[in-house]
């Protein structure tokens, strides 16, 4: 049977990943993001090759009155979400608190976690409605264990598990589920946007071990979703073979 899955952040990355393979097993998809251009190309590429319905909203999840504009305007058929995807998320900076840049710190707060909400409030409802529906946070192993000049990336990752387990106690009754799933480093654009376009630092970051992928993150999005309806899985932390935690890793 065929769901309606929304991906936030869908143009690159985790996000892309994650909404090519819902449409590979058929799913239509409600895809976000800010770049346009981009978004209108995966929205392209998933109905040509995969012969899904694709709705593409742009808009940027830290503005609350787009958020609302673009999910509170859904169309009938599109408000039947099965699961919400909160994908949309980036690290800017890299630094001691100390010399820490108001405006990265903000773009990371309203990205990580005050777009995370602003999608929430405005699904779950729907969700509830139904008595049915899965949401998914895509959270960091920066959201269990902080990291040398990670601070306020990695307070935003805590957020996010907070946040996490706390919807899942609030829509419990309502028979959604809700997983956290936090991954180690991973080759996409995450580092690119850290370093602001510092190409060769943002390389550097990988050098000498297999970082995971943005479809091996989608596999695991996946399968979730695919589990009985009484079993739930709450949280997962998945890491490349040579990274232990965020300090320890085995390069060579």
């Given at each position: 049977?065929?769901k309606?899955i ?13 909404t ?5 097993n058929?799913d ?6 800010r770049?346009k251009e981009?978004?209108?190309?995966v929205?392209k590429?998933l109905?040509?090759?995969?012969n899904?319905?694709?709705?593409p ?5 830290r503005k609350?009155?787009e ?7 859904l ?6 979400i ?16 100390q ?5 990265d710190?903000?773009?990371m707060?309203d ?10 409030r405005l ?8 008595n049915k ?5 895509i ?9 040398p ?7 935003t990752?805590f957020?996010?598990?907070?946040i ?13 589920k809700?997983?956290q799933?936090?991954?180690?480093a ?6 690119l ?12 970051v990988?050098?000498g ?8 993150v989608a ?7 695919t589990?009985?309806?009484?079993f739930n ?9 040579a990274q ?5 890793f085995?390069?060579?």
């Amino acid at each position: 049977m065929k769901k309606t899955i929304l991906v936030t952040g869908a143009t690159s990355g985790f996000g892309k990943a994650i909404t090519l393979k819902f449409a590979q097993n058929g799913d239509n998809l409600i895809i976000t993001g800010r770049r346009k251009e981009l978004l209108d190309d995966v929205a392209k590429e998933l109905v040509l090759t995969y012969n899904v319905e694709v709705l593409p909203l742009c808009f940027d999840v830290r503005k609350q009155e787009e958020v609302q504009e673009a999910i509170g305007g859904l169309p009938a058929k599109w408000k039947k979400i099965d699961i919400l995807i909160n994908n949309a998320g980036l690290a800017v900076g890299l630094g001691p608190i100390q010399e820490g840049l108001i405006d990265d710190w903000e773009r990371m707060i309203d990205t990580n976690v005050k777009g995370l909400l602003y999608m929430t409030r405005l699904v779950a409802p729907l969700m509830v409605a139904r008595n049915k529906g899965h949401i998914i946070n895509i959270g960091s192993i920066a959201g269990r264990e902080v990291y040398p000049n990670g601070n306020v990336y990695c307070g935003t990752k805590f957020a996010v598990d907070a946040i996490t387990k706390g919807t899942r106690v609030d829509l419990l009754t309502h028979n959604i589920k809700v997983t956290q799933i936090a991954p180690g480093a991973a080759e996409t654009e995450f580092s690119l946007v850290r370093f602001k376009g510092d190409k060769e630092r943002a390389d550097n970051v990988y050098k000498g071990f297999t970082p995971l992928t943005g479809a091996d993150v989608a596999e695991v999005v996946y399968y979730v979703t695919t589990l009985p309806d009484h079993f739930n899985i709450n949280d997962i932390v998945i890491m490349p073979t040579a990274q232990a935690d965020t300090m320890h890793f085995y390069k060579r």
